[in-house]
């Protein structure tokens, strides 16, 4: 319990123990420890320095763990010094080394086991970290840039083209190096096509909504019918008849009607399924168009210059798989006629999918 300090063995010992060639023998650590705590300092030799100050003791709190810990450490140390002082213990030295090393091996153990939960979540935290980083190197493009090719196609994937189509086109609209002419038939064909698309609109709602017969009143004559009707003729009619000289309206509506209801794998309507089908087709259509409309409308918000210039720029533009014109900047007066004109369309857009689903849904035809 004495051994708090570092313990250095006198070299005289070991100086006498060579000259008188004595055989050697094991000296206890704890005995040599003794003896240089009570070793009387030779006359004339300088005092020696005072011990240190015994550190107080640890308070209560703290844990066994530490306290062998400490202990197995000044003991190693101890141990090493022993066999500095005395070639002959080196055997001794190293096996009560060993088992103070396997001793200590025991002490981290207990520490490593309460560090196992947080290396475990570091570990999960590292590799979360280079999932996110390599997230955003995809994001930001930085394994495209590496190849000039690849880095060209995800430019173009990025990149809002303008269709062939009078609606684009009023962008360039009395744009001076095209010449009068080219703007004369570009404003005549814009003039045109919306014509073609409000008649378009008025034909579908009008003459062929509208002029439908209603559901009701075809009910109410078909029961009318069915009253007044012979016997014969009737079942003439129900049975798909070719030779009818009379009731044709009746017999072709009965027929529309069975082929219509015919279930679908016995679950749905032909018919029903085959509206919803075509409305959904119609839907997606109209939508896609208005998509390239809202690409159009931010691409040439981004490209607008409010301030600066008056002027339409474009840049010529070649590269190893496409090559055209690339609009640069576009004056604010621009930007609010294309706006206008996308206004226009998307309205015309709309009209027509609220009238081509009436109209696709109420057709009694299922060819």
Wanted: hydrophobic letters at 45%.
């Amino acid at each position: 319990r004495a051994l708090t300090g570092d313990v250095k063995v006198p070299r005289s010992r070991v100086t006498e123990c060579t000259k008188a060639n004595e055989s050697p023998r094991t000296v206890p650590m704890r005995a040599s420890a003794v003896e240089h705590v009570n070793a009387v300092p030779a006359p004339g030799a300088p005092p020696a320095p005072p011990a240190p100050p015994v550190p107080p003791a640890p308070p209560a709190q703290f844990e066994m763990v530490s306290d062998i810990a400490s202990r197995s450490g000044q003991r190693k140390q101890l141990m090493r010094q022993s066999a500095l002082a005395s070639p002959r213990l080196t055997n001794t030295s190293r096996a009560t080394e060993r088992y103070m090393e396997d001793e200590g091996r025991e002490v981290s153990a207990v520490f490593s086991t309460r560090d196992t939960t947080g290396s475990v979540i570091v570990d999960h935290l590292n590799t979360v970290g280079v999932m996110i980083k390599g997230v955003r190197a995809m994001i930001r493009s930085d394994l495209f840039r590496s190849d000039p090719a690849v880095h060209e196609i995800f430019q173009n994937a990025n990149t809002v083209r303008l269709k062939e189509s009078v609606w684009d086109t009023t962008l360039f609209m009395f744009y001076q190096p095209l010449g009068w002419n080219a703007n004369l038939f570009l404003f005549l064909s814009i003039i045109l096509t919306w014509i073609v698309q409000l008649l378009l609109l008025a034909v579908i709602l009008l003459f062929v909504i509208y002029s439908q017969d209603d559901p009701d009143e075809s009910l109410d004559a078909f029961t009318s019918w069915r009253r007044h009707a012979n016997s014969e003729v009737v079942r003439a009619v129900c049975a798909g008849n070719q030779s009818l000289t009379s009731s044709y309206l009746q017999a072709n509506t009965f027929d529309m009607t069975r082929r219509y209801t015919a279930p679908f794998a016995t679950v749905l309507p032909a018919g029903f399924l085959m509206c919803c089908l075509v409305c959904l087709v119609w839907v997606l259509t109209i939508l896609k168009e208005l998509g390239g409309v809202l690409d159009k409308v931010l691409a040439v918000w981004h490209a607008t210059v409010l301030m600066n210039t008056r002027t339409l720029e474009i840049q010529v533009f070649v590269t190893t798989q496409t090559a055209g014109l690339r609009l640069m900047s576009i004056p604010w007066h621009r930007t609010m006629w294309f706006y206008l004109v996308c206004t226009l369309q998307t309205v015309i857009a709309i009209l027509l999918l609220l009238a081509g689903t009436r109209w696709l849904s109420s057709t009694e035809e299922i060819e």
